[in-house]
């Protein structure tokens, strides 16, 4: 195998919005997911997968919030590691599955991962990052104000809670996940961004409450295992300029160059795609050769260059 990649499946990957987002659900778009991926392996690449996990720890926090009168509530931090180990073993066992069905021989580890994080960062302090459900504002305000939440729009209509999302300085275990990925294991690591750790006053690593910025690990990873190629999984076909507008128009390919100048220009919103093309803009810098953007039913065609949007390096 002469080919690695770092595939960033987004939450929607998993839960999509439209559903319940019972553990049924979730299985059932894990697999179908999942059995877009396996074109990768058919076409000889060294695979690492990471996922987010937004819908996942908005739920875990809401139970705990409903529940703490009863049950002492768990906080962010540990809600994020644990998501972590249940959704990689949802995908671990689906992807298993889906390997065994295809006799192909390959085996699919989880590997729980920390990431330390600057505890002093900003979005500690002005939380940013959507989590949970999508709700109506009414709905939003009212269990803000009876749970002490943050809520904000993230799209016109659409209002969720929000948590600190500081950025990733260093992702740990790194040696042993590129000794896997390097083996051709299929590993899933640095799930929601990673668990966030910070090292305190006396040189150890301890805990702390927030999310991760996913897409900014999954990029940072990729440097790790040395991927040349960076697949983001998202809700939409393709990148777009004006996106949402009248005039919006997609972008099939780009350099890195211009897809910061189109950031620089407003054209990727916060909450949405900034983060990936940053990310992005990131991988190519750090020995990453091409970046494709697209969505699950696109996957197998925007390998083959023929769906998404592809961003190299200028």
């Known amino acids: 195998m002469d080919k690695t990649a770092i595939i960033a499946l987004g ?21 179908k997911s999942l059995s877009k991926i396996i074109k990768f392996l058919k076409e000889d690449y060294n695979i690492c997968i990471t996922h987010g996990n937004g819908p996942q720890v908005g739920d875990e926090l809401l139970r705990m919030d409903l529940s703490q009168n009863d049950v002492p509530p768990l906080p962010l931090g540990v809600c994020v590691a644990g998501t972590q180990g249940t959704i990689g073993y949802m995908i671990q066992q689906t992807f298993q599955n889906i390997l065994d069905e295809e006799k192909i021989d390959k085996e699919v580890v989880t590997l729980l991962t920390q990431v330390v994080v600057n505890p002093n960062h900003p979005s500690l302090q002005n939380p940013t990052k959507y989590v949970g459900r999508r709700m109506t504002e009414k709905d939003a305000k009212k269990i803000a104000k009876k749970m002490n939440w943050i809520v904000k729009e993230q799209e016109p209509g659409e209002w969720r809670r929000v948590v600190p999302s500081p950025d990733p300085d260093f992702v740990m275990h790194g040696i042993s996940i590129r000794t896997l990925v390097q083996a051709g294991i299929v590993v899933l690591a640095a799930g929601g961004g990673g668990i966030p750790v910070f090292v305190n006053e006396e040189g150890r690593f301890e805990g702390i409450d927030a999310v991760i910025d996913k897409d900014l690990t ?57 983060p990936k093309i940053r990310s992005a803009i990131h991988f190519l810098k750090h020995h990453g050769k091409k970046v494709i953007i697209t969505n699950i039913d696109n996957i197998q065609d925007a390998i083959d260059g023929k769906a998404g949007t592809t961003i190299v390096k200028e």
């Open 11 to 31: 939450g929607n990957a998993l839960s999509d919005k439209s559903q319940a987002g019972t553990i049924n659900d979730q299985f059932n778009n894990t697999r």
């Open 218 to 274: 999954a990029a940072k990873l990729g440097r790790v295992i040395r991927a040349d190629e960076y697949y983001i999984i998202t809700d939409i076909d393709q990148v777009y300029l004006n996106f949402g507008s009248e005039n919006q128009s997609p972008i099939p390919q780009m350099t890195d160059t211009q897809a910061k100048k189109y950031q620089e220009e407003g054209h990727f919103k916060q909450g949405s795609m900034w």
